[in-house]
C-alpha cells in the first residue's frame, strides 16, 4: 500500500471497505457524512510511511471494516462528530 496524502485517496479506502464489507454500514449514506482532514498530533502508518490525515463521522464499524480491508493501516482515527 502507497502513503495516502490526499483526501479523495482516504475516501477511496474507506469507501472500498464498505464496498467489501456492506454490513458496516450502520445507516444508509453513513459514508458521505465522513469529513476528512488533516490532523496535527495523530500520526497514522502505512507499511511503514507516514500519513497525518484522520477522518470524523466514521461510525466504528466503518472503521474495523477499513481494518479489515487494509490490514496495513493501524488506523488511529480522530472520531469526533
Known sequence: MK???TRD???ALLRDAVIADPASI???GELGA???HPHPTMLH???GLSWTWS???ASPAIL???GRHA???QARLDLRG
Open 55 to 57: 477522518c470524523t463521522g
Open 3 to 5: 502513503d495516502l496524502k
Open 34 to 36: 465522513i469529513e476528512i
Open 45 to 47: 502508518e502505512v507499511d
Open 26 to 28: 450502520g445507516r444508509a
Open 9 to 11: 485517496e482516504i475516501r
Open 64 to 66: 474495523a471494516a477499513l
Open 71 to 73: 490490514p496495513g493501516l
